[in-house]
């Protein structure tokens, strides 16, 4: 349980410091807001590749889950930003 909150104040931090610079004056909030999401869609397709990696499937299936998880991640990206 420690190693899961770890993980997810890890990949929270660097979201946190854009948006703390944002507050400060530092970065417009747009530009943190547009780090923030890099950040998440990166760790999205991190997470992705390692777990089609572990699964043992030849190559061209994994090419087509990480294209569909890829795919699906920006999908949910563009209805939170329609949503919004």
């Given at each position: 349980?420690?190693?899961?909150?770890?993980g997810?104040?890890?990949?929270?931090?660097?979201?946190?410091i854009?948006?703390?610079?944002?507050?400060?004056?530092?970065?417009?909030?747009?530009?943190?807001?547009?780090?923030?999401?890099?950040?998440?869609?990166?760790?999205?397709?991190?997470?992705?590749?390692?777990?089609?990696?572990?699964?043992?499937?030849?190559?061209?299936?994994?090419?087509?889950?990480?294209?569909?998880?890829?795919?699906?991640?920006?999908?949910?990206?563009?209805?939170?930003?329609?949503?919004h």
């Amino acid at each position: 349980m420690v190693r899961i909150a770890a993980g997810a104040i890890g990949s929270a931090s660097i979201p946190l410091i854009a948006l703390c610079m944002a507050w400060l004056g530092a970065l417009t909030l747009t530009i943190a807001l547009q780090i923030s999401v890099g950040i998440y869609v990166l760790t999205l397709g991190l997470i992705a590749l390692i777990a089609v990696s572990r699964a043992g499937l030849p190559w061209r299936h994994r090419f087509i889950a990480l294209v569909g998880l890829a795919s699906l991640g920006a999908i949910v990206v563009l209805v939170l930003i329609v949503a919004h």
